[in-house]
């Protein structure tokens, strides 16, 4: 008799029963995601992004796409970058993250840090208006006679948000170096504020900052009857989005938010989701918060 052929046939058998055959485990494929702070409203948390987020990137994503998949999968969504504890950056290097929905500038550190690829960029279109990009406007007010172009901003006070937002530190940071200014060295204080662009506009209104950076949208979306007491550097009137005149003063147009996906995610499972996504629209659960 060989045991060993006995020993096999009974592991097998009493594996069997645990785990029937044709029966595997669920994938479950976690997405980040980050927004802004809403102004006038308290500071984000992990829950108040989900109640925004998740009925897009885990509740749709999990009937469009997980439950067609075989095995079947689900999305789960957890909001990131609130504080250490959910950096995206940790959390995607501890590999707890398959996608992250976040700003341009995010997607664009992570990416390249991470090697992940981008999926999609979002558009938001009300009625014909494009609202799907963003830009950056380096503000200042007009009647601050210190300042009248961007070379009278050598020795000035500088509000900005984040390191890596597109539109409230990257493009303005390179504008000014387009322009021979560094921030670090040109600036006599430079102040983060993080989410809260409400905070550094009005200290700007306040004259306790000359300049900040603020993103286009969210300037006429909040404080659109300010525009004749400001002065917005390198303003390009006119300029033309997908054959549409782009419906404010801007000095540079980037994608507001996106979505990139990890290296180890197949092509196949990418392209559904991105299928999925573009067949979002405003009947969808969600679509209305996320605007």
């Not at 940790?90 to 500038?105: P, V």
């Not at 961007?150 to 500088?158: P, T």
């Not at 550097?233 to 147009?253: C, F, I, M, N, Q």
Request: charged letters at 20%; aromatic letters at 10%; hydrophobic letters at 40%.
């Amino acid at each position: 008799c060989d045991m060993s052929k006995i020993t096999c046939i009974v592991s097998i058998g009493f594996v069997s029963l645990l785990f029937p055959f044709g029966h595997a485990v669920q994938k479950t494929y976690v997405v980040g995601g980050w927004q802004t702070q809403t102004p006038g409203q308290p500071p984000q948390t992990p829950a108040t992004i989900a109640k925004v987020l998740a009925p897009v990137f885990q509740d749709y994503l999990t009937e469009a796409v997980g439950k067609k998949m075989n095995p079947p999968a689900k999305f789960v969504f957890r909001g990131v970058d609130i504080d250490a504890s959910t950096s995206s950056r940790d959390l995607i290097a501890a590999e707890q993250l398959d996608f992250l929905y976040t700003l341009s500038g995010g997607l664009a550190c992570r990416s390249a840090e991470f090697s992940w690829v981008p999926i999609a960029t979002q558009r938001n279109i009300v009625g014909s208006t494009e609202f799907g990009s963003d830009a950056l406007v380096v503000l200042s007010l007009k009647n601050n006679t210190k300042i009248s172009s961007v070379g009278d901003l050598n020795g000035k006070k500088l509000g900005c948000g984040y390191l890596w937002s597109g539109t409230t530190y990257l493009q303005g940071y390179q504008m000014l170096r387009d322009h021979g200014l560094h921030i670090y060295r040109d600036m006599t204080q430079v102040r983060f504020h993080g989410p809260d662009y409400e905070a550094y506009y009005q200290a700007i209104l306040r004259g306790e900052i000359d300049v900040g950076f603020v993103a286009s949208s969210w300037l006429v979306k909040n404080h659109p009857k300010d525009m004749d007491q400001l002065l917005v550097h390198e303003r390009k009137d006119g300029l033309t989005y997908e054959g549409a005149v782009y419906p404010y003063p801007v000095s540079k147009l980037t994608p507001t938010y996106g979505l990139i996906a990890s290296d180890k995610i197949d092509w196949e499972l990418k392209r559904k989701v991105l299928a999925a996504l573009e067949l979002l629209n405003a009947s969808q659960p969600g679509m209305k918060l996320m605007k």
